[in-house]
């Protein structure tokens, strides 16, 4: 069960497990905060881990309330939708053939069943972000790991709630969010960068930040793009 211990007026919940560091995250749609900490680590040490953090916290949950939040998606007649950080207006076609997604101009052409409702629109649009997101990143990564000198990892392409990347060194692998298939192009990368840095640094010390810097100057333009861009009810920043 999680331990919960009071920073200075700011409830976090701390959960023990099996691993080398302590982990820090602020968690949507109200700023939850949670510490996922090593077994053998003492919870005075977690408590002060966290106080020295406090600040950051308070701010991650600062941004979290003003961020811009997108529209919920009805999945309607020229509604929008954005591909590679452009904005496309939705045309619904029905069809007795294979549905299917296409660009053309500014508009995303979603070719579907007759009849089909809200959920079999979203399910074919997202399975369409999933494909257009694991091709682009697929040469990203492959590109990337030579660069970084690493043997490319495993690539896993998902919708994930809380975060817009992971990484597990242990595993050789690294996960997308499909969201990323809505934002610009460089946000793309600077989350394939991080995550493929993680292979040589687990951490976000001083190291990690050098590595970024080393090999894509521009990261932290790239993050605050990123995170100022709307985001889905759900979302957090990274």
Known sequence: MPTRIALGGIEAEVVFKDIRNIHLTVLPP????????????????VR????????????????????????????LERESHYVWGRRYLLKIVETDGAQMVSLRHRTLVLAIKNGADQAARRAVLSRWYRDQLRERASSLVTDWS??????????????MKTKWG????????????????KKP??????????????????????RFKALMRAFLPEWED???????LPIRNERWSY
């Open 166 to 181: 992971s990484c597990s060194p242990i595993r050789r692998s690294i996960r997308l969010n499909t969201e990323l298939a």
């Open 185 to 206: 192009p460089g946000c793309l990368e600077y989350i394939v960068v991080h995550e493929l840095v993680h292979l040589l640094e687990p951490t976000h010390n001083e």
């Open 222 to 228: 790239r993050r605050r793009e990123l995170n100022a």
């Open 48 to 75: 002060v881990f966290a106080l020295s953090k406090l600040a950051w916290i308070k701010s991650q949950r600062k941004s979290m309330v003003e961020q811009e939040r997108e529209p919920s998606r009805e999945y």
């Open 146 to 159: 030579r660069r970084l000198g690493l043997d490319a990892p495993r690539l896993y392409v998902q919708h």
């Open 30 to 45: 109200n700023g939850r905060v949670r510490i996922s900490a090593p077994t053998h680590m003492a919870l005075d040490t």
